[in-house]
């Protein structure tokens, strides 16, 4: 699995053409290029990404979208987004906040008795700050194991158990950790609040009145819709299409398929304040001492130009992904990379895609 470090850390159209306008709008030579170099690393097989600077909107590619095919990725093409889950379950889980379901810093087991340390806040684990172990962990990741499990099906409470009998990282609200069980209990809080699947209460408060028609909540379904590029690994030694799998797995840490025209409406969406009342749109941008650069589902952080985004990446067998934005969303990055079955570091490439964007 591909993951980009880079300046931003969580955890691929026909390339567009020409010279950038004039002053500081993006130079699309310099995003092509970056994209190019990403695929060149040898770690990944394909790239898109769209981008947004003032008034200049455009999409670049690069790569194949199958490994034996010359078919280039697709311009409107779907990928798994992985951890940019969290940040549609934590504006989820604010909406409800703001509706007076649940208060932020009381203890979860108010709200789900006995389902884990009784001193762990709603907030602790929107932020990454309970000492929940992280369940991923102790998954077999490494391609050859992960083959064993790739069509398995996940119940949130066997995701759960796998973190709760083990004691916690730390103590809660010490710390900050990134750890994916954080928001398992995101998403059966959702339902305990709404009496309905985490998915569904997603589609009816964000895809539908949004019309991310290209967005979705897959469930047990192994299968992306529509085009979209394939992502690969080594398996025995040989190239193994990773494409597949069921994502239960992630729920609602990293399940969701989309595209990068819908992850931009969303971006937009929530930084224009369109989705949360005020007070619910200071708490997803908060940060705190313990946790300086991440809010409640949403990274916060000046990239080393100086330039402050925010946003969230994502990375699920096959597929890397990120979502960043300037709070003022003049400038803006949605990117799908699919990984190669060979060894390659894009993170340079990334750093230079980042600089001509945002820098």
């Excluded at 969580?10 to 092509?32: F, K, P, S, Y």
């Excluded at 200049?56 to 280039?72: H, V, Y």
């Excluded at 992960?146 to 398995?152: G, S």
Aim: glycine residues 10%; aromatic residues 6%.
């Amino acid at each position: 699995m591909i993951r980009l470090v880079a300046a931003f850390t969580a955890a691929g159209l026909i390339a567009t053409t020409g010279t950038a306008h004039a002053g500081t709008d993006t130079d699309r030579e310099v995003v092509q290029e970056a994209l190019d170099q990403i695929v060149a690393s040898g770690g990944a097989l394909g790239a898109q990404v769209r981008v947004t600077d003032g008034h200049q909107r455009f999409s670049a590619r690069s790569g194949k979208a199958e490994l034996n095919s010359n078919r280039p990725v697709p311009e409107n093409g779907r990928f798994r987004v992985g951890s940019i889950t969290k940040t549609f379950v934590s504006t989820v889980l604010l909406q409800l906040q703001g509706e007076g379901k649940f208060a932020l810093d009381a203890p979860v087991v108010r709200y789900l008795p006995g389902l884990i340390d009784s001193r762990i806040t709603v907030r602790q684990v929107m932020q990454h700050t309970s000492g929940l172990y992280d369940y991923t962990k102790a998954l077999p990741l490494d391609p050859d194991e992960f083959e064993q499990i790739r069509y398995k099906h996940w119940t949130p409470q066997e995701m759960l158990k796998i973190s709760t009998d083990r004691p916690l990282d730390f103590d809660p609200g010490t710390r900050w950790s990134y750890s994916n069980t954080n928001y398992v209990v995101a998403g059966l809080l959702v339902e305990k609040l709404t009496g309905k699947p985490y998915g569904k209460a997603v589609e009816q408060r964000i895809l539908k009145p949004l019309h991310l028609d290209g967005t979705e909540v897959p469930g047990d379904n192994p299968d992306i819709r529509g085009p979209h590029a394939h992502g690969y690994v080594t398996v025995a030694g040989k190239p193994n299409d990773i494409t597949r799998i069921n994502p239960s797995v992630a729920w609602a840490a990293g399940e969701i398929i989309s595209t990068t025209r819908d992850l931009d409406t969303f971006g937009v969406a929530l930084a224009e304040g369109k989705l949360l009342k005020p007070a619910q749109q200071r708490e997803i941008t908060k940060t705190t001492a313990v946790s300086p650069e991440y809010g409640l589902g949403l990274q916060v952080q000046p990239l080393p130009c100086g330039t402050k985004v925010w946003g969230h990446g994502g990375g699920i067998p096959g597929y890397s992904s990120q979502l960043l934005t300037t709070p003022d969303t003049t400038k803006r990055l949605e990117l799908s990379i699919t990984s190669a079955p060979t060894e390659g570091d894009p993170n340079p490439a990334f750093v230079k895609l980042l600089n001509a964007v945002f820098c």
